[in-house]
Each structure stands twice: as C-alpha cells, then as structure tokens.
C-alpha cells in the first residue's frame, strides 16, 4: 500500500518489546480477568498478571493519544464478526469507545476459536481493540470492512441500513463517506 512504516501503528506489544512472551504466557491457560485493572490483586499470581495488564492499556493509552495526535486514522481495514462487531468492538459496546482491552464474548471467541485452538482455548480470553470512535475520528478516513460467506450477509446488511446502535457496532461507521463493506 506504500504507507510508510513510520505511519503504520500496529498492535504487535511483543515485537515493540512492550511485553515478553513470558509475561504473555501467563494468561495461556487462564481466563483473562480484566477487573484487574480496577482493583488490587489479591495473590502474588494476580499481581503478576495485574502488571502485564496495566502495561497492555498504558499502550493502548499511548496508541489512542498517538492516533488523536495524527489527526485520527487515514485508512482502516478490518472485518466485521458474527455479531456484528468489527475489530473487537463487541455487540453492546459504546459507540465512542477508544482504544482499550476488552473480554470475548461468546461469539467472538466462536469465531476466534479455529486460530486460537478451539473454544476451550478461546473462551475467557480478551484482545487489544481500536475503539470505534477511533477508527470514525477523521471524518475523511477510508473505512473498509470485509464479510466472507452468506452468514454474514444479513449483519451487513444491518449494520449499513438500520440506525446506529451499538447492538451493531459496524453502524458506527454511518456518516464516514469512505466507509464501504466488501
């Protein structure tokens, strides 16, 4: 696409060096409790996951900060899940939602669950997402948004004909005129 790799921000926290692959380890078999973030580990193995979790959205702070500070997203490529989502914004989710961590709900971790090992695997997991008032932030920005299979038609086809609401989080690409879904 020649876009330069300065411009390119990405969410790979372990090639940046923002996280190692230990302390990503230390989820693989356990549910990812986001609470944590608000309140005080209870254990030393809380403690742990508490201090990979902070790191985790002081980046997705800095990302956020990073984004507004270039004018917003020129161009965003992403798909649109079962329920209607697009990155991990999930059925349910504030329309002017920034970047942030967010749990999988059922769905999400259905459909996430061939690259991730199965449900088993990807239940109880959570995912870096851009928020959806980050991605709509520069009103000229080319949004595209790809569905494969005739299961995700009739999401589509809501998310561009009923009104916004976050029970459809692709409707808050309404009103983006570079917004289209392929």
């Excluded at 973030?37 to 990073?66: G, I, P, S």
């Excluded at 569905?147 to 038609?153: D, L, M, R, T, V």
Aim: net charge negative.
């Amino acid at each position: 696409l020649n876009i330069p790799e300065k411009n390119v921000l990405d969410f790979d926290l372990v090639g940046k060096g923002i996280i190692s692959e230990q302390e990503l380890g230390v989820f693989k078999t356990i549910d990812v409790d986001l609470s944590l973030l608000t309140r005080d580990a209870k254990n030393a193995e809380e403690k742990e996951r508490k201090a990979v979790l902070t790191k985790v959205q002081a980046y997705c702070d800095t990302y956020e900060a990073k984004i507004r500070e270039l004018g917003g997203i020129g161009f965003f490529l992403g798909g649109i899940g079962p329920d209607g989502h697009i990155a991990f914004n999930q059925e349910g989710q504030d329309l002017k939602s920034t970047t942030r961590l967010v749990n999988f709900n059922y769905p999400t971790a259905a459909a996430a669950a061939g690259d991730l090992g199965g449900i088993d695997k990807a239940r109880g997991k959570a995912a870096m997402t851009i928020g959806l008032s980050t991605i709509v932030s520069k009103q000229d920005c080319r949004a595209i948004i790809m569905a494969a299979g005739e299961g995700k038609a009739e999401v589509v086809r809501s998310a561009v004909e009923d009104s916004q609401d976050p029970a459809r989080p692709a409707s808050s690409l309404h009103g983006v005129p570079g917004a289209r879904f392929y």
